[in-house]
């Protein structure tokens, strides 16, 4: 588990932490709120839990959004979730040699118990095997950072897995920002679990990790969030 940081029991309790934030931000009038990846499927419970109180909740826009399967497996180990980390961190030539690398394999074992100290060491040496620019721009964030944003991934990971169904329907407009990855059955099945009615789908000719700095996607937001 990231060091510092109080779990959520679900994701609903992790959306009422977010309205209480936004509550303290603005304390009334009309709220406008999205979300990307798991904040995707987190902005509309944000929302339900605001309307829930009476509030006015205008817009929730949702950028290609983790959706919770009753039938999905347990979390990866943390052996593969950390290759696939690292994987982002290194151009792809270096995926393979990496993995050759002794040093690279003794700290990797080291890091099998989740430990901060030992992921960030990992990460130390997997940054000396390239030079600094061919590294992916997470590689501007220091060892402790990137050890800290893959352990907090993680965790977030984790819960997104406990089951979850909103406490609150949700009446406000959603508009949803597909990734052309995304499977069709997921739109049906976002909008099943989180009980809500969608006004409008997009599919985006990008990844997971470009939609959100599509231009279509980046204007579309913008228009709404007005």
């Keep these: 588990q990231s060091r510092g940081i109080d779990m959520p029991a679900n994701l609903e309790d992790l959306a009422r932490r977010h309205a209480a934030t936004i509550k303290a931000v ?12 798991l904040g995707g499927a987190v902005a509309p419970l944000v929302a339900g839990l605001l309307e829930g109180e009476g509030r006015q909740v205008d817009f929730v826009g949702v950028v290609d959004p983790y959706v919770q399967n009753p039938q999905q497996g347990a979390m990866a ?6 290759k696939k980390f690292l ?20 700290k990797f074992d080291a890091c099998l118990e989740g430990d901060h100290d030992a992921v960030r060491d990992l ?3 997997v940054r000396c ?5 061919q590294l992916h721009e997470y590689g501007a964030l220091t060892s402790d950072e990137l050890a800290e944003m893959f352990l907090t991934a993680r965790a977030l990971g984790l819960l997104a897995k406990i089951p979850c169904t909103p406490s609150s329907p949700l009446n406000a407009p959603v ?9 069709d059955h997921e739109r049906h099945q976002f909008s099943s679990w989180l009980s809500i009615k969608i006004l409008r789908n997009y599919t985006i000719d990008a990844d997971h990790l470009e939609i959100i700095r599509d231009p279509g996607v980046l204007s579309g937001l913008a228009e709404e969030m007005r």
């Design 123 to 125: 990460v130390d040496v």
């Design 129 to 133: 095997l390239v030079d600094a620019e």
């Design 175 to 183: 508009i949803v920002w597909w990734s052309k990855n995304s499977p």
């Design 87 to 106: 994987a982002i961190l290194l151009p792809k030539e270096w995926h393979e040699a990496a993995w050759q690398n002794t040093g690279v394999r003794a």
């Design 26 to 37: 603005q304390k009334a009038g009309s709220y406008r709120i999205c979300g990307w990846s």
């Design 77 to 82: 180990d943390i052996a593969a979730d950390l």
